[in-house]
């Protein structure tokens, strides 16, 4: 015993003596004559904390059960399927058209780029060829769609890490395009914009002009958040350094998107596997160097101010034309078409009642979504009915990561390292 | 075989010709569907293959995009556990599927060693369609709770509003126990463990964490 230290412990002192010192309360056990108090054994016992699955900082119904050995975290398992509402399986009983929605509620803060991803994967199925038009359009449809995700991600990350300006500032910003969204699709969340084949609507009058001046004025807000965040010594201090992946170890774990960007793997599917003409596009793809908290948080806001050129671009490029491919198997008839021709109603009635049949095969499209891969893959048998719908779920995959990134960092960094993630429950739990 | 002929014909990919080289007969068939080429395995060599497709030179699939599982409406059909792969330096994706009758045990080698993202994907494929995979660190269910008793929702036997009645399945959240809420490591962390009744422990202890059911044999049983 004698080998351990001293220590003279001023808390829970009773007051002072004769000559000023606190007076200390004795620990440990006198040994013979000389007074030796030893220290108390602490970080012996780990402790569990369970954090959600109602918790602001678990971005949704995460929970998250935390081994510490005092605020050193040595264990984190999260708990997921709180939000899981079987889309997977209910694909299988709806027609392609019908599992649109379903997509909607998935990443509920990047809706219309499922409903782009989702046609796209059915279109390949089917061998469809989609119009100009609608490829611009749904071009812009993804990018609006990151530049919200991205806006909520940084927002609430601030937020966690006690910076809530940017959040009233970028939700303001985002409330433009949810107008423009809601102008176009009638619907601010669950959009349903595409259809297999072409789009739900085209935009209405005055879109392109809003959304380019949005386009102008947006880049003000961003810089002045800029300002507010990138060399401010709090936010670097709480980002910098935290939740390291290395480009070996984020490739390991199959992560995508801007986690995997930010720890250097150069790998955007815009980029690499091409859909909708965005090899085009002249965009760049950021790509972090540490692969740390901060990292991520740089090749988001870049990308932001990326998507803002590919929207300038395809508001330049939109050429006119339909919307929808012209096959009256796959595109529903006009109205009155439907309710005057004989041919017309009969597709109508086709189309409602037995959905469009995708021939024998499957096919995997996976896009570039906010998060990361997104990935649709369909198995068909022929039917109007997917046999399997999977989705390759971006967050979830990206969420595996966390228990490696959080180990030996304290508390409150696990917070930011959950943060980081971009994690979107809807998405995870499907 | 539900390819058309000219798919079958297009099964060209240089991976394809490679794998037959290095392994024979395990590759049983390939085929291409609307431009993604498909390579069937012997399931009892998964993790050569896919360890091969990672490691090899020339080959360098060191992605892994996806692992998830197929079982088909057409009863005969085997299920198929299917491995997204994507060559991140030769932009070359790849579908390697293996085939799992129904008729045996469902069980197939796990790939964590390979790559540390499979982890929650072959969870997720156990949670959904009850393939085991051997040799899994940490297999339990993963978006079900883990006493869930209904079955593995994804399989086609198992009916679109669950197995249960309403009735039953409020019954049993209504009951539901510490046991549903944290795993066996994590009560014995929290020190909660020895204060469980003796009955449950002894189940953790076993490793059974519920009861699961067989489905009615509509399948033939698995």
Not at chain 1, 164 to 182: A, C, I, S
Not at chain 1, 297 to 320: G, K, M, N, T
Not at chain 2, 124 to 147: N, S
Request: net charge negative; proline share 6%.
């Amino acid at each position: 015993m004698s080998e351990t230290r001293s220590v003279e412990l001023s808390v829970g002192t009773t007051g002072i003596d004769e000559h000023g010192r606190p007076v200390t309360i004795p620990l440990g056990v006198r040994t013979g004559s000389a007074e030796v108090e030893h220290e108390p054994e602490l970080g012996s016992e780990h402790m569990l904390i369970n954090i959600g699955p109602q918790h602001p900082a678990t971005h949704g119904v995460l929970r998250l059960v935390v081994e510490l050995d005092g605020e050193v975290v040595v264990r984190v398992v999260p708990h997921i399927g709180y939000l899981h509402s079987g889309f997977e399986k209910l694909g299988e009983y709806r027609h392609y058209n019908q599992l649109i929605p379903l997509t909607d509620r998935m990443d509920y803060l990047a809706p219309m780029s499922n409903n782009v991803g989702l046609a796209l994967a059915a279109e390949k199925l089917m061998g469809i060829d989609i119009t100009e038009r609608c490829k611009v359009l749904r071009v812009i449809a993804c990018e609006m769609s990151r530049i919200i995700s991205h806006l909520v991600w940084l927002g609430t990350t601030a937020i966690d890490m006690g910076a809530f300006t940017p959040f009233l500032w970028l939700f303001q910003e985002r409330e433009h395009v949810y107008n423009l969204q809601e102008a176009w699709t009638g619907a601010r969340l669950t959009t349903t914009l595409t259809r297999v084949g072409g789009l739900m609507a085209d935009i209405p009058d005055g879109f392109e002009d809003e959304l380019r001046a949005w386009c102008r004025k947006f880049p003000k807000t961003l810089d002045e958040v800029d300002k507010l965040l990138t060399r401010n010594a709090l936010w670097c201090g709480r980002t910098q350094g935290i939740g390291i992946l290395t480009a070996e170890e984020a490739i390991n774990f199959s992560l995508s998107g801007p986690m995997l960007r930010a720890s250097g793997v150069p790998y955007d599917v815009r980029k690499d596997l091409p859909y909708l003409d965005y090899e085009t596009y002249d965009f760049e793809v950021p790509i972090g160097e540490n692969g740390d908290v901060y990292d991520r948080y740089l090749v988001r806001f870049e990308e932001i101010r990326q998507s803002i050129r590919i929207l300038e671009q395809a508001l330049d490029r939109l050429p006119d034309g339909p919307i929808n491919v012209d096959d009256p198997r796959v595109i529903l008839p006009d109205k009155r078409d439907a309710m005057n021709d004989m041919e017309a109603m009969i597709f109508h009635f086709k189309q409602v009642m037995e959905g469009i049949e995708a021939p024998v095969g499957e096919a995997y499209f996976p896009i570039e979504g906010p998060k990361g891969e997104l990935g649709y893959y369909f198995v068909s048998d022929g039917t109007a009915k997917p046999v399997r719908w999977r989705v390759r779920p971006a967050a979830f995959i990206n969420l595996a990561s966390l228990p490696k990134m959080a180990e030996g960092h304290l508390l409150s960094d696990l917070i930011a390292i959950n943060a980081s993630v971009d994690i979107v429950m809807g998405e995870v739990d499907r | 075989m539900t390819e058309s002929p000219a798919a079958q014909a297009g099964a060209t990919h240089p991976s394809v010709e490679a794998l037959r080289e290095a392994f024979g007969d395990t590759v049983t068939r390939a085929t291409v569907s609307c431009g993604d080429t498909i390579v069937y395995v012997d399931a009892s060599r998964i993790r050569d293959v896919l360890a091969w497709l990672k490691d090899t030179p020339g080959q360098d699939y060191n992605y892994l995009v996806d692992i998830t599982a197929v079982e088909y409406r057409d009863v005969e059909r085997p299920i198929e556990v299917v491995y997204n792969l994507l060559s991140l330096e030769r932009k070359q994706p790849l579908r390697v599927k293996a085939e799992l009758p129904k008729d045996g045990p469902l069980e197939i080698d796990s790939v964590v060693v390979l790559w540390r993202g499979a982890n929650w994907l072959e969870r997720e494929v156990y949670d959904m369609f009850g393939i085991r995979f051997r040799d899994h660190p940490d297999l339990r269910r993963i978006l079900m709770w883990e006493t869930y008793a209904e079955g593995y929702p994804l399989r086609k036997s198992f009916p679109l509003r669950g197995r249960f009645s309403r009735s039953e399945q409020m019954r049993q959240a209504l009951n539901a126990n510490p046991e549903a809420h944290y795993s066996m490591e994590e009560l014995s962390i929290a020190e909660a463990y020895h204060n469980i009744p003796a009955d449950m422990r002894d189940r953790l202890a076993r490793g059974e964490r519920a009861k699961i059911p067989e489905p009615p044999s509509e399948t033939g049983g698995e």
